[in-house]
């Protein structure tokens, strides 16, 4: 939620354009492409980045630096391709803008900050997002990802991205000087035995068929070799498909957690939520509805089938909060053939020049067109 | 070695005694108080801190702040007693100098810095320490702990505290997206199987007769609970009584690291030696002679005999260096009676009230008067 | 492949039918029911029973003995619910016999032993199956399951069945008292380390929506509390849906348990593949044929389409073994609102009364009509 | 308890010596050599064997089978030495027969079943043994070890060996098919994990200086690699030397159990306890006087002292059940130099030729001798 220059180059660029726009929630920004009766139509890029230094070698690579939560700076950069989709998604409002004539009604512009931390979409929609924007009748947005090839899109009707929650962990032990574990409660000792045990639920508690996965993405404890410390950091993050693996996942790993520590004789380890995304559904009527409209802009056969991703998105938030349908489809970043494909959050992720911008540009385009109720011949 | 304050507390106050001094290996200080012939006896104390917050709730506690190696800043305290030591040896030392009538010969007295990062002494003698102070003919050091009642001393003849290793592990595994686990190596599951495995070391490849601590006190990987990190940082330490245990201990350490990570089909992680203390081990008659003075001191029954402690010292290196034989000893923190005893490098750390310091000092005079040769009625 | 009693039981079965039948692959039946000219369709039963003592408290409950590979006798039962299927086989065979003017061509009635092995299939293709019965145009079969209602079936196109591999594990370790650990390798802990160790690889190498399992299903080691023994004997059992992560998941197996072994110093642990059983993929066209027979015989709404399971069945290789194609279907064990519905190979395990019977035998009619090409009017 | 052979090879033998004898304790057998006034002085033998297969290749190896608790039958060794323990006390009473009129008072032979289940000295006390023979002044005993050269014997004062504890842990989970992990408690991963979790016990929550061990000898779970069973079966052997240990470690274990049955959502285990060997304590005024007698008889040289050994002996109960002291010691296996020195319960375990048999007759001689207080110059 430190978009800050990312929101005034959006900001300017509106203004380029002439579209009427406001901030909500912080860093985010609306446009609001007013053009005569008809639908109104949202449509949604993400603008954050990641706590990731860019290897990518890239002239234009990202030399930004932001703050963690604990105060700390850190290099940044747009790990997970946010800024294609801004790209994208201001070309395609310049098309709109030049074409005016070609269609009518309202599309909603929404440049949200924070899907990253699920933080974006909530905070737009508390700071009156659809009190000062006109309700639409769908949320359109879209991805970059290596596993489509550059050029197509993919969409699926109903489950289109994981359900993600988020647990940090704070283990609580005794210190002790490093040759003396006999006194200690050593936290590193029982955060290991937590990771290891956490393996078992998805490996042996959730059903082979059923995707699920339990992350454990930092563990931090300890700041001398010789001294056994008093606590141990986890935090850790979960994908599920559906509400019934969810609700059997999440109160494992708090049963092992607990265990755990009584194994070790600890005191209960503190678990906080961080945060809760809901899996991202897609609208299937709509869905095959926009999935005409980008096949007319890019070939039917450049508008693939996929299966649910383990990824997940705050996106749907902005649609379920006033209970209308959303469509949300991948683009590809990389051509199917080569050799280096680096995925989203890699330190080395660079969608393949300029392929994957225009793709996105214009399935936005397709996409928005068919949910305004313009058809043009495939 | 950042104890520029402490050191120009010890040269003001060597200089309200009268005592000639030098700067030796940075922050190190040597006193010479020279009193005509006579055997030439060393005494060490040790003045540096440990990067833990204070908590005991004293007036006095420390509220000094120090850089770790890594540049962030942090609180310190003299959490494992140094300031005691100091404090007994200026205490010694003023008593010496009131009573120069009462001895002949010459005391080195060595304010050495690093002694936790096992620096000191080896950079006082890389220094000079040995070209510019006369050599003894013994090395005489104190310690204070919990395990002793205050008032009381303890020392041993033979082993008295162990060699201990310290390594810095550096796993690498391969970074991807929390959802995405089969595209990554994860360094954080492969350290926690690291840890659990090194477990076995001790509890059944080490004879359960033969003493020998695997403590690892950090454990650092990650930025976001959402990315599998590309690496996580350990640090080991460990201790042992003898050659024979220490040649098992640390290669078995390294065959579980590098089998983990080929369980993991992980690269071979590196490891680096951070440093190795020796055994400190007692001169047998020096030992006897030096117990013969502080009985003379304190009186014969305040002075106990202990097994080796698993604690680290670098003291023996001041008398290694030059082939002269050394004799440590323990004095106590805390009443034999008292309730709560946090034990060094605890944040609570606090010896009680006077007695402490006071026995220090006295064991100090009786130690140093024996190898000097004097004697006194015990 | 100790069905002896069973075979003779089947033996006078076919018998009272009147109908030809030979043995093959030991105690593997297979009747020939030759009725005119027509289309030859296969038609299999498994028949062996599982070394599990039945705790159903049936009357009818096995009080059957059987013989372990090691030579010991223990209970067995069919905890499989093998003997539903041999009984609707037989069923439906009658009514094939008592209705021979309704229908023309030849069906191959296979009663095949040693299905849990995955002994049986290959044994009877070994011993001549297909030299001794008429070739088919098709190999049908079926499975009774507790997910499938009573009184339903449900069957797919394409994968409907999963691989599964065998794997015995022999860990040479080193013996010695149970006091003195140091001079042993303890191949328990080392067993340990590689059950727990092998978690990680469906919780993390394997894609989360890709369906892996790895059971480790024996674990056997040691003659006395006190003696470390020189060696522990694993058995382990994975199963996948397709080769991509049947190629992943069984090298990294290997990996695990030689990195293992590594990690304590022990010498390579002997790997043995004790069997793979092939996926079981079902022909699409054929499985359409077949649906449409069970529905003339049940109803459109009792056959439904599931998933593939993660059991796996050798009755895929009846079919490969000559190249022609095999349909393979369930039916259900338990009243849709059971309360209890013990699943298969458990020893409660019973289906429920004559309604599954009934319709796996009606089932058999109806897919073994159509493969016929006979059809009815729905 | 099953020696039955050698419980008359033994009373054929004291027949053969003229010696009164009675059976006491099943297999146990008590010789009575009484000679006229003076101490009473008992010595002790142990008579059994272990289930190992002898593989010494030596002629008179091993060829005896005996059957376990659970009825299996199974090849026997005296793995421990225990038959050159007879041997020696046999040869001793025919010396001390032979030499009447060299000593006077009553020597009481204990040859002792059931050692190394902790069953024979307890059986032997419960079914009157000291109601049948005189009281003794003091109970000797012996054992063979390699860690003592052929020739000579070692003893030391105060404990000599450890407390042993064996614990029988039984693990309940819940039974399914291989291939549905969901559906199980898998006792085996559970297993796993408290195997391995016990590991930090002694690495981690024991002081280092103090001995202790937890062995895991037993683990058996499972018939069929594709079942994932409904239990597993422990068994344990801890080691400890002091009470305070002991009182630490047994909870400890417990504890272990009981959390990681919790982390699988599993039922308690039943931990059972399977027999408690207190630890063996030498009389240290009565050690002296057998130090002496047997450094009269091998010469002073050839009597070491040793540091208490991780072993456990029941023996201690012969006495402490009367309230007399006791002495026990060593007398070595190898000649220093030998290449290979298999241990105790190895199934190469064997002593070297004539050298450790007439040591052991002779240290027996010595030590009873000066118990009777029959003194001889050394």
Redesign the interface.
């Known amino acids: 939620m430190q978009e800050h220059r990312t929101a005034e180059f959006i900001e300017a660029a509106l203004d380029r354009l002439g579209i009427e726009h406001f901030r909500c929630g912080g860093t985010g920004v609306v446009g609001l492409q007013r053009n005569g009766d008809g639908p109104v139509v949202a449509f949604r890029a993400d603008i954050d980045g990641?706590?990731?230094e860019e290897q990518t070698g890239a002239e234009f690579r990202s030399e930004a630096r932001g703050t963690?939560p604990d105060g700390t700076e850190?290099p940044v950069m747009h790990g997970c391709g946010h800024d294609s989709h801004t790209a994208a998604a201001l070309a395609a409002c310049g098309v709109f803008e030049r074409d005016r004539a070609g269609w009518s009604g309202t599309i909603v512009w929404i440049f949200q900050p924070g899907e990253?931390t699920a933080a974006g979409a909530n905070a737009m929609v508390a700071d009156g997002l659809w009190d000062r924007a006109p309700r639409p009748a769908v949320v359109l947005g879209q991805h970059v990802v290596p596993a489509v090839p550059a050029g197509s899109v993919a969409l699926c009707e109903g489950p289109a991205m994981?359900a993600?929650d988020?647990?940090?962990v704070t283990i609580h032990g005794k210190?002790?000087?490093?040759?003396?574990?006999?006194?200690?409660i050593?936290p590193?000792?029982l955060?290991?035995?937590i990771?290891?045990?956490?393996?078992?639920?998805?490996?042996?508690?959730?059903?082979?068929?059923s995707?699920?996965?339990?992350?454990?993405?930092?563990?931090?404890?300890?700041?001398?070799?010789?001294?056994?410390?008093d606590r141990?950091e986890l935090?850790?993050?979960t994908?599920t498909l559906t509400d019934e693996v969810r609700d059997a996942l999440i109160p494992?790993i708090r049963?092992?957690i607990?265990?755990?520590a009584?194994?070790?004789?600890a005191p209960e380890p503190e678990v906080e939520e961080?945060y809760r995304f809901p899996a991202l559904v897609n609208d299937a009527e709509q869905a095959r509805v926009v999935r005409a409209g980008i096949a007319a802009e890019l070939g039917a056969e450049r508008v693939l089938t996929v299966?649910?991703?383990?990824?997940?998105e705050d996106f749907g938030g902005l649609a379920t909060s006033i209970g209308v349908p959303n469509v949300y489809w991948f683009f590809g970043a990389y051509a199917a053939d080569a050799t280096e494909q680096p995925?989203?959050?890699?330190?080395q992720f660079l969608p393949d020049g300029e392929l994957p911008l225009v793709t996105g540009a214009r399935a936005a385009i397709g996409g928005i067109r068919a949910a305004l109720g313009e058809t043009r011949e495939a």
Chains 1, 2, 3, 4 share one sequence.
């Open positions: 990641l706590p990731i963690l850190v990253e994981a993600a988020a647990l940090k210190q002790s000087h490093g040759s003396q574990p006999q006194d200690s050593d590193i000792v955060g290991a035995f990771v290891t045990r956490l393996q078992t639920i998805v490996a042996r508690e959730i059903a082979p068929q995707a699920a996965v339990v992350t454990c993405g930092t563990f931090h404890a300890g700041v001398k070799e010789n001294i056994i410390p141990a935090t850790l993050n994908r494992a049963r092992v607990s265990a755990e009584a194994a070790s004789g961080l299966g649910p991703g383990m990824g997940s995925v989203n959050h890699s330190p």
